[in-house]
């Protein structure tokens, strides 16, 4: 990944924040987050793609800890094509900050995916932002970094 390609995102990441902040909407509570986080892990272990298309904004920018870079449309196809399962996705750790309309969650999980055939555990440290869109909240951001083992 181009240092480009970051930038990008990361200012489109501002923009939105920016503009999600400037609007009128009801606050994010942490509570809400952790929700939507397991929803999410639950659609992606159950293969429920129609609740991945909600859960999901289309402006999701997902940077694996490979940093391969994924938009909605690939994220979702890779699962499902059947390149990549996810088989659990479990959090260890986290902590939510809430800006208004915007929420960070930062911490360590724990995920057993199948990609290409292959099983793999990995250990991540990670960033994601959500957004409140209506009454809803949708995953608008993830990068992740390996933990590297002892």
């Known amino acids: ?3 480009g390609r970051i930038i990008a995102a990361a200012l489109g990441l501002c923009a939105f924040a920016t503009a999600a902040l400037a609007a009128d909407c009801r606050p994010i509570d942490e509570t809400e987050v952790v929700q939507a986080e397991l929803q999410r892990y639950e659609a992606q272990t159950g293969d429920d793609f129609i609740a991945m298309e909600r859960i999901i904004g289309d402006d999701l920018v997902y940077i694996h800890s490979s940093s391969a870079v994924d938009d909605k449309r690939a994220y979702i196809g890779s699962m499902r094509d059947g390149t990549v399962k996810y088989r659990t996705m479990r959090m260890l750790d986290y902590k939510v900050r809430i800006y208004d309309c915007i929420a960070l969650m ?4 724990r995920f057993e995916v199948t990609v290409k055939g292959s099983d793999l555990t990995v250990d991540l440290r990670f960033t994601e932002a959500w957004a409140r869109r209506g009454d809803a909240l949708q995953f608008i951001s993830w990068q992740a970094t390996r933990i590297a083992q002892p």
């Open 106 to 109: 930062t911490g360590t999980a």
């Open 1 to 3: 990944m181009t240092a």
